[in-house]
């Protein structure tokens, strides 16, 4: 049998209290918050300052008609601006002394946020307005996703960010 | 049963030859065949160093891999290759140079994917501080690998198996395979200017973003590089002093790899990984088959009728080997080849009564195997994951634009090794 510790059982029982209080009560709707969105046609270097300025850990991605196509997270931005052969080979990091920062301009200029998306698309982290908080938490760790969106009839409404889920989640009851 | 061992080989050899289903379960599928229908017993296939697995072959493997998997971590080829960029002052064709000879020596020790692994990440990052494009660099690499693995025992898999198959030891190929690699290579050198003509233009205000490279910060553990040179050193002591020591490859590689293990206090997950099983089970699986047409006799009637042809002459057989095998080699993969084709040259050498003669044979089939790798993009491994590397780099390099130039290195250099092979083993040795 594996002893629990005590920390581990406080944030357990604090994480189901705080579902608990909610559940049947708040939905998706209700926790949504408002969110700048971008289309796959923006400036790549725009979406990035973006994030940056208001510290968002991902944006909607949309259509020409307006729906959501994905989402984009900040580190996925990130991965873009290291190099590939950094990726490959993370100890190349060391050996290159200038600031990330010199060079994250040039190469996100004329790149629009297609290009920033991974090749291969993944299932849009979107839920159903009345969905419960537990619903929204799974599939943001099922797709490993800081940000889903959430949609109703057919249309985006708003985001519940990871940190938003958490806040409520963990609100003393 | 000769029927099935033959059916099951061709088969299993196509779709190994077009990649249709992973090689690994196409050999083990093969070997399964084989032993459902009684070709071959399970003593034949695990116990029998003629007709069953070579466990010489995978341990040497294993080990190697081992060693190779807690090497990498030390950061020292990236801090090779960037001290040779350095070293080059920013000219882009004396960088090329450097690392196509960084690269073949590597490649004579650690098997040429890993070489590539290892070299293409750092020659991206010197071609982008260059300004130059990174396909010439990458296919020059790529085609030195090829040539440099075929210098040691240790460099390529189609020389282990020819190893263990025929008794040539480590010293035997220091000997006899160094010279004409390193010949090679010293040509491929000298055409380097014609093959990648225009592509040594960098812009000589780049050269202080070379410059600025700090490749002392590529090492991570210098404790741990210590370690692995002590190690290295005593392995590759253990491989030349086989004679006297009488340690086969496999043992010393794997002692070696226990070694390192226990003074580096690597845990499984550091190494392990660089342990590639789908490679070894491949091995496994395809010594399995060939054992079979061993078994049933079909190589003995191949290795007669070969006879045959070339009349029982040496020198005709020699050439016939090294031709054939670069060509073969260029279109299919070398290791499956080199496996069908040693029990083969076993039976040819065994009826040709100079020694010297005789191994001009394996050297022939050591030669055409590993130098035809370089013939097609797709002759050998190291070729398909560089194409990988570069396409994932955003610098694409064709199935032509790499056939072009590896048809005109292997061309050279084949028709360098004939008049080695003849002048060497021929007339000189007479």
Known sequence: MIPSRPSMRMRRSAFDAGCDAYAGGVHAEQMAEETPLVDLDSSALAAARLLAERRLPALVVTKADGSPHS????????????????????????????????????????KRVRDLLPHERRELAAVNYDDTIIEVAALMARL?????????????????????????????? | ???????????????IATERIPKMVTALAGAGIILAFGVASSHDAFYSHETGIDWDVIFLLLGMMIIVGILRQTGVFEYVAIWAAKRAKG????????????????????????????????????CERLGVSPVPFLIAEVLSSNIGGAATLIGDPP????????????????????????????????????????????????????????????????????????????VFIGFVGHAALHIEPSVVALLGAGLLVLLSRSKP???????????????????????????????????EAAARATGGDALTATMLILFVSALLSGVVDNIPYTAAMSPIVLQLTQGI?????????????????????????IGASANVVILGIAMRSGSPISFWE?????????????????????????????
């Not at chain 2, 049963?1 to 779709?15: C, D, E, K, P, S």
């Not at chain 2, 098997?111 to 990440?121: E, G, K, Q, R, S």
Request: charged letters at 15%.
């Open chain 1, 71 to 110: 989402i984009l997270p900040a580190s996925q931005v990130v991965r873009f601006l290291v190099p590939g052969y950094v990726q490959d080979d993370p100890s190349l990091a060391r050996v290159m002394n200038e600031s990330m920062a010199d060079r994250a301009g040039e190469k996100l200029a004329n």
């Open chain 1, 144 to 173: 490993r996703c800081p940000l889903a969106a959430v949609m109703k009839d057919g249309k985006l409404i708003g985001v519940i960010t990871a940190s938003r889920l958490l806040e409520l989640a963990l609100q003393p009851s």
């Open chain 2, 1 to 15: 049963m000769a029927v099935v061992a033959v059916v099951t080989f061709v088969a299993a050899y196509i779709l």
């Open chain 2, 91 to 126: 000219s882009p064709f004396r960088v090329m140079v450097l690392l196509v000879l960084i690269t073949a020596v590597a490649s004579a020790m650690l098997d040429n994917v890993t070489t590539v692994l290892l070299i293409a990440p750092v020659t991206l990052l010197v």
């Open chain 2, 159 to 234: 020389n282990i198996i020819i190893a263990s198959r025929s008794g040539l030891t480590f010293n035997d190929f220091l000997l006899h395979m160094t010279p004409i690699a390193a010949l090679a290579i010293a040509v491929v050198v000298a055409m380097l200017p014609l093959l990648f003509r225009g592509s040594f233009e960098g812009d000589p205000d780049r050269v202080a973003d070379v410059m600025a490279l700090n490749e002392r910060e590529a090492i991570k553990d210098w404790r741990l590089l210590i370690i692995c040179g002590v190690v290295l050193a005593a």
């Open chain 2, 269 to 303: 997950g550091d190494f392990m990984p660089s342990v590639e099983w789908e490679t070894l089970l491949f091995f496994a699986g395809l010594f399995v088959m060939i054992g079979a047409l061993v078994n049933t006799g079909v190589i003995s009637q191949i290795a």
């Open chain 2, 353 to 377: 009564a100079d020694p010297v003669h005789a191994d001009a044979l394996w050297w022939s089939l050591a030669i055409g195997a590993d130098f035809g790798g370089n013939l097609t993009a």
């Open chain 2, 402 to 430: 790499f056939t072009r130039k590896g048809a005109i290195v292997t061309g050279v250099t084949i028709l360098l090794a004939a008049p080695y092979l003849w002048l060497r083993y021929f007339v000189l040795a007479s």
